[in-house]
């Protein structure tokens, strides 16, 4: 597989996202990314073997135009020995849950190590050659969303082996609420590594010091830790990713509508995987009663989408408002509605949800204002919590 930081292919979408931003009005100046600021770390990196933890969204934007993360650091003599990539690959084009190879990218000759393959933690072995390392990934705020989970092996595999980690801070495009049943001891996975609600509110910097100063690591092992914060940055500012962050976060839409519908994974609802639409719909075979339909086909991204080539019948939420905290009208009515009860939900859905608990008050018609009581005080726990570790307002 050619891997190439700069094709054509990024190209294209870089320019098009561009003419969007302009357009959007985006109020954060991307010049005051984190690794923008190179200025405060780059001296951390100077006779240094460095690897670096990245994908396909580890951008700097330079002069109008953006540089991957590892041409900018080549450019500046760092000498950078290899990449280390999460789920969805470095070109950020695989299947969601999709294993993927090691690999060695055509334009640098680096090696490119998949943490989403043999295995989810860098090795002693992988890391022996290692004085430093960066991580730089787009991040969307949510609990399942498995950046974070990357992170926390990262800075694991970094204590255990006395290596220095630097995290480049990004904003968290759902960085302006905090929401959803906070995630229970026994359904601790790589889509909920932590005891966070689905949605926590934090950007990377940010949530990678409350996993080390909590004492979130394997026996409380502390990672040597710095971070590049942004300037000028607020949770509340309109940030729209310059690449979609995963194959199936196309635009800013599915990004906010992701929390919501991604507990539609755990059910036989799609979600639009394998449509252009995707996380801004939702449809089942035999929802016929609805005017809108959509098709899942086979294609990047999705290979295997689930009711492939099936027509869906259901709502196109391309145009709903931008939410400000879960929905759950949309799952509540999906059930109800439901003609295949026994079989609406699948074992992922509590591990999604985090607790047992969501799963069976759905089931009793228990209501959105019911379920959100039964959060208040895990949410209010969480909140002082989180409350030590931000840096932004």
């Not at 000759?109 to 943490?115: E, H, M, Q, R, W």
Request: hydrophobic share 35%; charged share 25%; with cysteine.
């Amino acid at each position: 597989m050619k891997l190439n930081f700069l094709d054509y292919k990024i190209t294209f979408f870089l320019v098009l996202s561009l003419f969007f931003k302009i357009s959007l009005s985006q109020t954060f100046d991307e010049n005051n990314l984190g690794a923008n600021r190179t200025e405060l770390y780059l001296k951390d990196l100077v006779n240094k073997n460095v690897a670096v933890v990245g994908n396909h969204s580890s951008l700097i934007f330079n002069n109008g135009k953006y540089v991957h993360l590892i041409d900018s650091l080549l450019a500046l003599n760092i000498n950078v020995i290899k990449v280390f990539s999460p789920e969805h690959g470095f070109r950020g084009e695989a299947d969601a849950g999709e294993k993927i190879k090691d690999n060695i990218d055509n334009k640098t000759g680096l090696k490119i190590i998949s943490l989403y393959g043999s295995n989810k933690k860098p090795t002693k072995n992988q890391l022996n050659d290692v004085d430093i390392l960066i991580f730089d990934i787009q991040d969307v705020g949510a609990r399942f969303y498995t950046y974070i989970s990357t992170l926390h092996y990262v800075m694991e595999a970094a204590a255990e082996n006395n290596i220095k980690l630097i995290v480049l801070d990004r904003p968290n495009p759902n960085g302006h609420y905090v929401d959803g049943p906070v995630r229970k001891k026994d359904l601790k996975s790589f889509i909920g590594m932590h005891a966070v609600p689905i949605v926590h509110g934090m950007t990377i910097g940010e949530y990678a010091m409350m996993v080390n100063n909590e004492g979130w690591l394997k026996n409380s092992i502390y990672c040597d830790l710095r971070i590049i914060k942004m300037k000028n940055y607020s949770r509340n500012m309109i940030y729209d990713t310059p690449l979609k962050p995963s194959p199936n976060l196309p635009n800013r839409k599915s990004i906010n509508l992701y929390p919501s519908l991604c507990l539609f994974e755990g059910t036989n609802v799609s979600i639009g995987r394998g449509t252009n639409q995707q996380f801004q719909v939702i449809g089942n075979p035999s929802w016929t009663n609805y005017e809108y339909t959509f098709t899942p086909k086979s294609m990047s991204g999705a290979k295997f989408p689930k009711h492939l080539n099936t027509l869906c019948y259901g709502l196109d939420l391309r145009d709903s408002k931008e939410l400000s905290e879960i929905n759950l009208e949309w799952i509540l009515e999906a059930y109800k509605i439901s003609n295949e009860k026994k079989t609406f939900f699948k074992d992922s859905f509590d591990l999604l949800a985090g607790n047992h608990e969501l799963k069976q008050q759905i089931i009793d018609g228990k209501s959105e204002k019911h379920i959100r009581e039964s959060w208040t005080k895990e949410l209010s726990d969480f909140k002082k919590i989180r409350s030590k570790y931000l840096i932004y307002n």
